[in-house]
């Protein structure tokens, strides 16, 4: 991680709602970070804040572990024009994400230690916040033979994935999983069978029928997460489900893990909280018949917008722990890439700055308490990473200092000139949403500070 604007060796963040999941922590306090590592969060007595320290009035806000986000796509090598790694990391940091795992439909993909290495140094010099990537499964993402998994273990990836692309072959799906128990990194898998969902560009169903579009039936994902969990349950290797997507899913899941399967799921931000009624472009409104906003390309997304029981159901399985956390599968395109037809538009939402807004309106609507949104976001990602990265998501003393500090009651409008992504396709532009980032710190930097966030230089002015 590069160094930053502002120094914060001492950091007081006073009267903040902090939610630590990590230590079923929920309760009005104070935070002191220093050195990078927090060193309270909880009560702090004045006595104990240092004299010389920035101070943020919390009072209304929340504190809790920065973000992790399991999937998110930085494009970085080969599509800089489309996001890099600065620009990713700033909208992460912007987004309240501290931790973001980098999925490898890079070109070259990520499927060597010398691209590994490629993208440590790039994160070091260029990135706000940490950056893990994940590797292919399969050389060049071709789905032919398997990557050297174990070389790119050792040079440091955190999980596999041909992300973007399934892993076709269940034979080479079934060697992946044999080889994650070994290396003990999940293998995160894009739940597709291609040849049912074929040309489709959405989901199946009314909308697509309406809109003459070809739909992509939710049984091109339910088909394949069934393969995976046989193949998981053959091996006793470690699945993790990536962007899960219909409310068939759900109990397949469920009953993979009530049988002691090493089976974990992912679901996004716009799969919880928009519909295929948005491709109509009245972002979710009803209408009766396609209007002149409809084919909304920005709406375009693998696995596409569902149901509103989809919708329901995944909300459901989130509140329950059938599904451990939320991924936001930020996916940045140029401009280019989605001014087209809706059949020729690129797959992909970005969504790293417009997540917690999104996400807090299943808060604010009661179907989500906050405590399982930031457990979702923090210590349910962590585990699926593994116990060596529970220090990322808590904020016990010692551990780095990687924190989000949000205000869930601010109202704004999502406007993408505004973004620090690259890629401004999201079908949100121009939508209110309630809850904005004030502040995140990353290892105990200020990575991001909203504008308007006053920081007072001493105790005195506590
Ligand atoms: O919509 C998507 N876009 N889904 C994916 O799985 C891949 C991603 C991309 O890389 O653009």
Known sequence: MRERCVETDN???????????????DQVGDVLLSNGEIVVAGTLGVESIPDVCRVIDGTGLVASPGFIDLHCHLREPGFEYKETIAAGSKAGAKGGFTTLCAMPNTDPPIDNAAVVEFIHQKVRQDSLVRILPIGCVTKERKGHELAEMEELASAGVV??????DPVYDANLMRLALVYSLDLGL????????????????MAEGPVATHLGLDGIPAAAEEAMIARDIALAEATGGRLHVAHLSTAGSVPLVREAKE??????????????TTTDQWVLGRKGESVGAAGGLAYDTSTKVYPPLRSQRDVEALVSALVEGVIDCI?????????????VTYQDAAFGISVLETALGSLLQLVHTKKLSMEAMVERLTTGPARVLGESYSNLASLEPGTPADIVLFDPEQEWTVDTSEFESKGRNTPLEGTNLKGRVVATFASGRMAYQAPGLKIKESRDKV
């Open 259 to 272: 049988r002691g399967l090493s089976v974990t799921a992912e679901v996004c931000p716009h799969h919880l």
């Open 327 to 339: 991924a936001t599968d930020h996916a940045p395109h140029d401009l280019t890439s989605k001014q």
């Open 159 to 164: 999980a596999f994935s041909d992300d973007g």
């Open 186 to 201: 999940p293998i995160s898998n894009h739940c597709q069978d291609k040849s049912l969902s074929c040309n489709g560009v």
């Open 11 to 25: 950091i007081v963040i006073r009267h903040a709602r902090i939610i630590d999941p990590s230590r079923r922590m």
